[in-house]
């Protein structure tokens, strides 16, 4: 029995692979463990730098230990202690070499945690790293996507080596291109150099949202990030209103029909009734010297100012001033926005603070009546928020977890229905999102199940094929098709 297993078909080829990286070198070796241990493979996962010791991983007194574990269960994780047994993290080292040569001759599958990153999602290897075996198949590079629009200094490992071509500090916010020239210069263009004949491919780890998903999908395949906008990926905007009355009743009616979420904060209990505004997605009843903890953290919220009098509509729009914020509008007469910003003036706001302020709010159109006031509100907020973001991305979207072939309108020209930035994702049960409706949707809903990977492609509504698709609109789009 010993003897079979030290002498394996001749046709029969160990594999060895390497998974270097961060942000989820753990959690890809398991993954891959899970896999070929489905296959029936034997599988044996160790280390040349440092892993996390879990409650199964043996620590070898003689390769025996391993042969045992690998025969009886198909699996071993091996490695020697390489932190103090009192530490609250225990970690594994490499194996003495005796002890490797033999558990990779046993094994069909052998899984080696090459790097180390300190847990942290983002890393600048040294020369002397990853600490990759010889004979090596593979090499697996891991980068974690919840680096994306963190501080540098918080998320990459090593940060002291990044030299100029990087353009990373400690204060730069990490963008897709970041982390792009990171693992082109700190890994794929080394290793593939000293490594010519391995096969060195980039797996993604910790993509969670959409807008991670289809970065990570851009990474795997080598394409160029810059193709993809983070804008077109913000959810629809946040509305949140000051004050319950007539108008703003009104506008949140108008502003559900328009996808925002919607939050209302009035003083009064009679007005702050969730049964009455029911439309909204959040209500509170508070003093209105008390509401920094109810308000939205993101920069693309829309605010409107519309309580039953001028002190909070002052207290109101000088708690936003102090935040992120798309949009911040004020009810009011000329007289009386006049007389509110030179108080603001006196207490220390600048003039170029309350510049930002629409006010008196609305588009001129002549409103009168509180419909038609919340009608020109909505009016100038949908101008504000089509000139500064492209997103188009509904709550169903933009919080999904689904798999499928993301399908975005990444150019358009004429009269086509949709902009570019929108978006939906085919699944196997259907659609989520809109680029348009019609028969371009129906086709690009045929053709996206077959997209195995990254593809563009152009269709041209203003002429034959405009005809074929059933589309009396003139216009050009070009969808970029994304496996997610």
């Not at 959810?235 to 009616?253: D, E, M, S, T, Y």
């Not at 709010?361 to 500064?388: D, F, Y």
């Not at 989520?432 to 990254?454: D, F, H, Q, R, Y």
């Amino acid at each position: 029995m010993q003897l079979r297993l030290l002498q394996k078909n001749k046709e029969e080829k160990d594999m060895i692979i390497a998974v270097a990286g961060s942000g989820g070198k753990t959690t890809r070796v398991h993954k891959l463990a899970q896999y070929y241990r489905s296959l029936g493979k034997k599988v044996f996962v160790t280390t040349t730098t440092h892993m996390k010791k879990e409650s199964d991983t043996v620590i070898p007194e003689n390769i025996e230990d391993i042969r045992k574990q690998l025969n009886e269960t198909g699996y071993c994780m091996a490695g020697m202690p390489a932190t103090p047994e009192n530490a609250l993290v225990q970690k594994i080292g490499p194996l003495p070499e005796d002890f490797y040569e033999t558990a990779v001759k046993e094994a069909d599958i052998t899984l080696i945690e090459a790097d180390g990153s300190r847990g942290m999602p983002a890393k600048i290897p040294a020369d002397y790293e990853p600490v990759i075996p010889e004979n090596i198949d593979e090499i697996h590079i891991v980068i974690g996507m919840s680096a994306l629009g963190k501080l540098a200094s918080k998320v990459v490992h090593r940060l002291s080596l990044a030299d100029k071509d990087l353009e990373i500090k400690e204060d730069t916010i990490l963008t897709p291109l970041h982390l792009q020239k990171l693992l082109k210069k700190g890994y794929l263009g080394p290793l593939r150099e000293q490594y010519k004949d391995t096969k060195i491919k980039v797996y993604p780890g910790q993509a969670d949202t959409l807008y991670q998903r289809v970065i990570a999908r851009f990474l795997q395949e080598e394409k160029d990030v810059a193709q993809i906008k983070d804008d077109w990926f913000k959810i629809q905007p946040k509305l949140v209103i000051f004050g319950a009355g007539h108008v703003a009743i009104q506008l949140l009616r108008i502003a559900k029909f328009l996808d925002f979420y919607t939050i209302m904060i009035d003083d009064r209990e009679e007005f702050a009734d969730p049964e009455k505004l029911s439309q909204a997605d959040e209500v509170y009843c508070r003093d209105f010297h008390d509401i920094e903890d109810i308000l939205p953290e993101q920069d693309n919220t829309f605010y409107v100012v519309v309580t039953r009098g001028h002190a909070n509509d002052r207290l109101c729009a000088e708690t936003v001033l102090r935040r992120p914020y798309l949009y911040l509008g004020m009810i009011g007469s000329k007289g009386k926005v006049a007389k509110t910003f030179e108080i603001m003036k006196e207490e220390g706001y600048s003039e170029e603070q309350i510049s930002t302020i629409y006010a008196p709010i609305g588009l001129k159109i002549g409103a009168r009546t509180p419909e038609e006031i919340a009608i020109s509100i909505a009016a100038e907020m949908i101008a504000i928020k089509n000139h500064e973001t492209e997103s188009t991305m509904s709550k169903e979207l933009f919080e999904t977890k689904e798999s499928g072939v993301l399908c975005i309108i990444t150019k358009k020209s004429g009269s086509s229905p949709r902009g570019v930035g929108s978006m939906m994702l085919v699944t196997k049960d259907g659609i989520i999102g809109s680029i348009g409706g019609g028969n371009l949707e129906k086709t690009v809903m045929e053709e996206a199940p077959s997209m195995k990977e990254i593809t563009r492609k152009k269709y041209d509504l203003s002429n034959a094929q405009s005809a074929t698709l059933g589309m009396i609109c003139g216009g050009k789009n070009e969808i970029l098709y994304v496996p997610v």
